[in-house]
């Protein structure tokens, strides 16, 4: 079956599209801190949108999965202005609408070589049992062809701080 052809749409969002696989660290002034591994899937089947999941597990000294940890999935949309909107929906009870913007910062052979979304949350909603979680801000870079990302929240009356960050690689195999 031959892929979907990349709708014109989702030129500014096209570093994302794969599989990315990595490792990261997670702290919070409320926990322990923890390093995960990840693997983030960014796709699209011809219309102008990209489907988004990620999975985590806990991490050992060793870089042995210990246990899973979190798993969202959603969906980006390119807007005007190279604007993104972006709906998640978390295992923990969250869903989540975030706005934000594409800047492109390298292109080379007319492929994005350098990027970066910035985006951050208009909406966070939760399910009771939920922990409290009021906003977020998201930062996803291409550099140096891996994925770097960073999430900072405030969270359980604490304020906007950094939650998690991972630098992923890509891969070549699908989830």
């Given amino acids: 079956m031959e892929a979907p052809v990349l709708p014109t749409e989702l030129a500014s969002l096209s570093w994302l599209i794969g599989l990315w696989v990595g490792v990261g660290t997670g702290q919070y002034p409320t926990i ?5 591994g990840q693997e983030v899937s960014f796709s699209h089947d011809g219309r102008p949108f990209l489907s988004y999941a990620s999975r985590s597990w806990l991490l050992d000294d060793d870089g042995n999965r210990v246990k899973p ?18 709906q998640l929906a978390h295992s923990t009870g969250y869903a989540e609408i975030w706005y934000g913007k594409i800047e492109v910062t390298g292109i080379e052979q007319a492929k994005i070589t350098g990027a ?18 009021s906003e977020g801000y998201r930062l996803y870079g291409l550099v140096d062809g891996r994925l770097l990302w960073t999430f900072d929240m405030s969270a359980m009356g604490e304020p906007m701080s950094n939650h998690l960050a991972a630098t992923l690689h890509p891969m070549e195999e699908s989830l």
């Fill in 116 to 133: 970066r979304a910035e985006l951050r949350t208009d909406l966070v909603a939760r399910t009771e049992s939920a922990k409290e979680y």
């Fill in 69 to 86: 940890l979190a798993a969202e999935s959603g969906f980006l949309r390119p807007g005007p202005g190279n604007t993104v909107e972006m």
């Fill in 32 to 36: 322990d801190d923890f390093r995960f």
